[in-house]
């Protein structure tokens, strides 16, 4: 049900209760909880300006007051209030000195309900308005807190302009080149860094990469500090924007440096703890010591009541200093045997190493009276916060890591289901299935691998551009008992498993390629998107079978496009990176899709250098909406810059069409094209 809207603070300026009530009584009826106010002069309306947020203003333009002098009022005082004039009748000469005069809208006084539309209509592009300006503070708020991570950060990164010269290098950037201050460094080329043969080398490198307009490219150099000694490091550029500019963002790492990165990846900056990486990492070994071994233990999943509230209360650095103190208190609270990571803002996550959930239970029993009992001081004012806890066990039925997570979350949002204030513990009961239940097992999926009760279908993937190469992304489809396509969406949540996902995903490649041989005997050069899941990308052993496949059934490496998702990207960034550049040494390519879907798309595209870049569908569909083309501008632009390949996901109509092809989108896949199936066997339109 739509909820009342609060306090919408309304001026009436010459407006008579007889005119105001109906249309009062009007947006009570469309579900808002109206509060108007008269003001009949400009001293009145003047006094009454600063008093509370005004979110409208109805003026009558038979009153007494001039609608001029009004709206110079308003622009003096700078008010962002909608104006919306009631006229007398229809004449449009009055819409006309209306909207001359800054008005919003202008409706006959006589027009009640036409009136209550508008006022929707202005109060939500209002509420837009109000929303942006908020967006453009913490646009300001998140870019100083970037400058301030920058500043921090232990890695050295520096920022090149057009010239590539130094604009900005960090303190870590400072002190790994020997100097003193940031001074000595700032408007010097980056070749600055390093002398003689390899200034040559570098300078070169810079006029490729400038020629080549970017993207994300890596040299080796040989680095000389003030003092004549030199040292080897590895300089990574890629395009950035920094202080509102395009530029190009340099990061300098030193061959020692990589374990020692890798596990600040994994430090939570704030607490000390672990973080999201490393839980993941180690959830996924205890799910597969689980299934293999029988090793159960248990999650719990910690979230602190009403954090979204005390921080807009306290602010960041407040909440921050709540958050530091639950992480000493948990530190003290349970054994060093037991791993206690924080998995985001408001929540914190524990592998109980023990298969006993009643001590699992004890356990956040204890934790959940501490917390409740913990006081964080923060300038004067003692703060007391809450927590909920979700226990779920991890045994040998745990399918995935990730569904293991999303239990633990359920069970502890479950508490606040119970009591909205939260401060309890839900233990996660699986229901138990019967032998001959019909459910989808890892079992049941691999004896399907081995029966072969998969097949392939394809869907075209068509360039905009003209060009006719015959590609096609592959899809997955079982067969169960009676002959029923089942879609990926009933199976999925079980590829996550350690081995099952990547024996599904070697049956796919050896089946596809096999269909491209066929293909090519018949003198078809087909090029395929092949899907790929995280646990894949980890697999060493993959890129030297996926090379056995290629010889043994004389296919060339260039007709296949390996995708794989951006959250898989994220999670597997280290060895997203390896397998891509492995790639290029079987002249196949490297694809990341549902790009734009995470927050953390530009790190996943700095660091994996993929050629192909399909955007997730969502910001596709909303293409319907005018409102959106500028979002979707945002997100393609940067990869126009660097030179990327953009396909574009589940097309479904003409009407996105022309605004696809203005933004630069190679190619183009969905529905409106063709529906997958089971032959590749589309029309790309250039037979005769």
């Not at 010239?163 to 070749?191: A, C, Q, R, T």
């Not at 839900?426 to 890892?442: A, K, M």
Request: hydrophobic share 40%; with cysteine.
């Amino acid at each position: 049900m739509q909820q009342l809207r609060k306090n919408l603070n309304i001026m009436l300026v010459g407006v008579s209760s007889a005119d105001s009530e109906p249309v009062i009584s009007l947006l009570r009826a469309a579900r808002m909880s109206p509060r108007a106010v008269s003001a009949d002069t400009l001293q009145s309306i003047s006094s009454a300006l600063p008093e509370r947020t005004w979110d409208l203003i109805l003026f009558n333009m038979a009153g007494e007051l001039e609608l001029k002098a009004l709206s110079e009022l308003l622009k003096a005082n700078n008010k962002d209030i909608p104006l919306i004039l009631l006229s007398p009748d229809d004449k449009p000469e009055n819409r006309v000195n209306g909207l001359r005069n800054r008005a919003s809208a202008v409706v006959s006084i006589q027009e009640k309900e036409l009136l209550v539309l508008i006022i929707r209509r202005e109060l939500f592009h209002l509420e837009n308005r109000r929303r942006r300006r908020k967006a453009e503070y913490h646009l300001i708020e998140a870019e100083r807190r970037c400058r301030d991570l920058l500043h921090s950060s232990s890695e050295a990164i520096g920022y090149l302009n057009k010239e590539m010269e130094l604009v900005f290098v960090n303190p870590s950037f400072v002190n790994h080149m020997g100097y003193d201050d940031s001074k000595e460094l700032l408007g010097k080329p980056i070749s600055y860094i390093t002398r003689n043969k390899e200034e040559s080398k570098l300078n070169e490198f810079l006029q490729d990469y400038d020629r080549d307009a970017g993207g994300n490219q890596e040299i080796d150099i040989t680095a000389t500090r003030p003092d004549g000694s030199e040292f080897h490091a590895s300089l990574h550029f890629s395009g950035a924007r920094f202080e509102r500019s395009a530029c190009i963002q340099v990061i300098l790492h030193t061959p020692h440096e990589d374990a020692v990165m890798e596990s600040l990846a994994e430090q939570d900056l704030v607490t000390g703890l672990k973080n999201q990486l490393f839980l993941a990492k180690r959830l996924d070994q205890a799910v597969q010591a689980a299934v293999r071994a029988g090793h159960d233990v248990n999650l719990l999943y910690i979230t602190l009541d009403n954090f979204n509230a005390i921080k807009a209360e306290i602010g960041v650095n407040g909440a921050d200093a709540i958050v530091r103190d639950v992480a000493t208190l948990l530190q003290k609270s349970i054994n060093r045997a037991h791993i206690l990571t924080r998995y985001n803002l408001d929540a914190f996550a524990i592998i109980f190493a023990d298969s006993d959930s009643k001590k699992a239970v004890a356990l956040a029993e204890r934790i959940c009276q501490a917390v409740a009992a913990n006081l964080t001081e923060i300038a004067g004012a003692k703060i007391q916060t809450t927590c909920s806890i979700g226990v779920t066990p991890i045994t040998s039925d745990s399918p995935s890591a990730q569904e293991v997570l999303r239990l633990g979350q359920q069970a502890s949002e479950a508490v606040r289901s119970k009591n909205q204030r939260g401060n309890g513990v839900h233990l996660f009961i699986p229901e138990e299935r019967e032998d001959d239940d019909d459910g989808l097992s890892v079992k049941k999926l691999r004896t399907a691998i081995q029966n072969n009760n998969f097949k392939l279908l394809f869907q075209p993937v068509v360039s905009l551009h003209g060009e006719h190469e015959h590609i096609y992304e592959v899809l997955l489809r079982l067969i169960d008992r009676d002959d029923n396509e089942v879609s990926p969406n009933m199976f999925l949540t079980m590829l996550d498993h350690a081995e099952v996902s990547t024996e599904l995903d070697r049956w796919v490649i050896s089946d596809a390629i096999q269909q491209l041989a066929e293909a090519q005997k018949k003198g078809t050069k087909n090029k395929l998107f092949i899907n790929l899941t995280g646990r894949s990308l980890e697999d060493p052993r993959l890129l030297q079978w996926i090379a056995d496949q290629l010889r043994d059934h004389g296919v060339s490496g260039d007709s296949l496009i390996f995708q794989f998702s951006e959250s898989d990207a994220s999670s597997y960034l280290k060895y997203a990176n390896i397998f891509t550049q492995g790639l290029v040494q079987l002249h196949a390519s490297a694809c990341i899709k549902h790009y734009g879907s995470s927050i953390d798309s530009e790190n996943v595209l700095r660091h994996i250098p993929a050629e192909f870049i399909k955007l997730d569908g969502s910001f596709v569909q909303e293409l319907e909406d005018p409102e959106k083309h500028e979002a979707f501008d945002k997100l393609v632009e940067p990869l126009r810059i660097s030179h990327k390949t953009v396909i574009a996901p589940l097309v479904e109509g003409t009407t996105v069409m022309s605004k696809l092809w203005r933004s630069g989108v190679h190619y183009i896949q969905g529905y409106y094209l063709q529906a997958p199936r089971e032959s590749m066997d589309y029309d790309f339109f250039n037979e005769s």
